[in-house]
């Protein structure tokens, strides 16, 4: 894990798993129209983060995923950065 204050871990995790329901719900669950809005609205208050806090995130990002013994939810961890926007290509995070 990186020297962050413990909070910014599960706050990272929440974030990616409130993603993650919204991206796997079902239309009689939440109004599509909705869950796109605020996974929209997630995407760009992350893509507005400056370079140092985007980073970080990354940084957390990737220690999650490693960390991760849910195969599903590795897999949306390693993804999360790409399709959200903070990196240009997905193999920058997935290392392949």
């Known amino acids: 894990m990186t020297d ?7 706050l990272a995790g929440l974030v990616v798993d409130i993603v993650r329901f919204l991206d796997n719900c079902e239309d009689d669950e939440v ?5 796109v809005k605020v996974m929209e609205s997630v995407s760009w208050a992350l893509t507005r983060l400056p370079d140092g806090q985007r980073d970080r995130f990354l940084t957390v ?6 960390a991760e013994t849910d195969p599903r939810r590795r897999e949306f961890l390693d993804g999360f950065p790409f399709a959200c926007g903070l990196v240009d ?4 995070t997935t290392g392949d």
């Open 89 to 92: 290509e997905q193999s920058a």
């Open 61 to 66: 990002l990737a220690d999650l995923a490693t």
């Open 31 to 35: 109004d599509p129209d909705s869950a």
């Open 4 to 10: 962050t204050d413990p909070l910014v871990p599960v």
